[in-house]
């Protein structure tokens, strides 16, 4: 094991997994570099991997297309705020990071 890496499992069917560890290796991959920068690309929010996201949510018949519309709009409305203000994710966790500390602090002086 790697520190500060968790080991995921998931499971797939024997033929998927034959198909996956080909194509991989076809394009130059393992299966374990595939997977992980597919999950930076979705962390990251990349259009394309929404855009796969999006299709994956419609095939799913449990959600709504109220909630889909309003992630959409979430979404958007994240990239229009960070174009407006110029911020990167590390800026803005370092923003919510102070707002977190000044709460703490008001707290305790009112306790």
Request: aromatic share 10%; glycine share 4%; proline share 1%.
């Amino acid at each position: 094991d790697v520190p500060g890496y968790i080991k995921t499992i998931f499971r797939l069917r024997e033929s998927d997994y034959v198909d996956l560890v080909i194509k991989a290796r076809h394009d130059g991959l393992n299966k374990m570099k595939l997977i992980f920068y597919l999950v930076q690309y979705y962390l990251k929010n990349d259009s394309r991997i929404r855009e796969i996201i999006q299709e994956i949510l419609e095939a799913q018949t449990f959600r709504g297309k109220r909630r889909r519309k309003y992630v959409e709009r979430f979404i958007q409305k994240g990239k229009e705020t960070e174009i407006m203000f110029g911020l990167d994710n590390e800026e803005i966790d370092s923003i919510f990071d102070i707002l977190t500390e000044e709460e703490e602090e008001i707290i305790d002086e009112h306790v």
